[in-house]
């Protein structure tokens, strides 16, 4: 019998890492704004152009890297935020999988420029299809920029299969707007086809999320804040008269990653019960803290949907508190809505 089994080619995998991890440009939006984020950054600027299609590119000036780390940051499972599984239950980074930079290598053109503070000069490199066309010695500031241009260049189905403009920049903005208000903190701008779109400077989370969705936002607000032992909650819900037909403005952050949560959400929706017309959404921008080891989130190479040891808690703690707000900004009407 003859043996046929042969291990990938490395681009050939990095190419079907990449499906996973990179599905449209505001994945490599997302990938490139949360490395910024975990390199330390303070100052992160996002350029889009044509809906991300030919242009997306990230400058920060975080940590920046060394020529050897630069030349690593590309290979597959390379990384510098784990070293053991264990640390998977104690991560404070966004990425730990170390596969973004590989994934989006294998599809596009991408030309990083980094330099590290204690430096002289930095390091550029050019990657073409995983390939390494170009790497130089440059003058360049602390910090990292990597620009990804042409997506999907070698893969035409899935170039082809990209939407409008209109609806790739409402996923990128979508995208941005998630990691902003994560990070108040931090300052964001976003540039498409060289204006302006967002221009963040460093706030509060109040302050973030006014800028963010417009000044008529502010008087919407109703402060949650709560501390137990299992879980922290701070952040805002908007007023019940504000509700909308459409889902709009509904985020969870757990431990600063934005996340969903059919069953989260439900607990606001119980919270909100007999407030708010049935069909209608009551906004919110929630951070939940809770300790690492109680969650998992390497369910998902897009990590946005994490498993928790104790939902049932998380959702009553969740329902009591968010009532117990609207019930002390005079929200709640007297009558005891509770069955
Ligand atoms: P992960 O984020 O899961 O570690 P990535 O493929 O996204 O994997 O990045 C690989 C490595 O490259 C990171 O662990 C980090 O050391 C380095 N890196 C990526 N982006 C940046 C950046 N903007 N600044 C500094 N280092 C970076
Ligand atoms: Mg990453």
Known sequence: MADIIQLLPDHVANQIAAGEVVQ????????????????????????????????????????????????????????????????????????????ALASIAAIAHVELKTKQEQDE?????????????????????????????????NIPARRNFLKSNTVETRHIIDEFQRVALAHPSISFVMYHNGSEVFNLPQSNYRQR???????????????????????????????????????????????????????LNHAITAAFEGLIKDGTHASYFLNLEVNPQTIDINIHPTKTEIKFDDEHTLYAILRASVKHSLGQFNIAPVLDFDR
């Open 24 to 99: 449209r440009p505001a994945s490599v939006v997302k990938e490139l704004l949360e490395n910024a984020i975990d390199a330390k950054a303070e100052t992160i600027k996002l350029l889009v152009k044509d809906a991300g299609k030919t242009l997306v590119q990230v400058i920060d000036d975080g940590v920046g890297m060394s020529v050897t780390d630069a030349r690593l940051s590309f290979e597959r499972h390379a990384t510098s935020k784990i070293r053991s599984a264990e640390d998977l239950f104690q991560l404070n980074t966004k990425g730990f999988r170390g596969e």
């Open 121 to 153: 000069v930095g390091t550029a490199i050019t990657i073409e299809g995983s390939e390494v066309v170009a790497q130089d010695i440059i003058v360049t500031p602390t910090g990292t920029s990597i620009a990804v241009k042409h997506l999907f260049f």
């Open 209 to 263: 999320i006014v800028n963010i969705f417009g000044p008529k936002t502010n008087e919407k607000l109703v402060p949650v804040n709560e501390d137990t032992d299992v879980l922290k909650i701070s952040g805002f819900v908007g007023k019940p008269e504000y509700a909308k037909k459409s889902r709009g403005e509904q985020f969870f952050f757990v431990n600063h990653r934005f996340i969903k949560s059919a069953y």
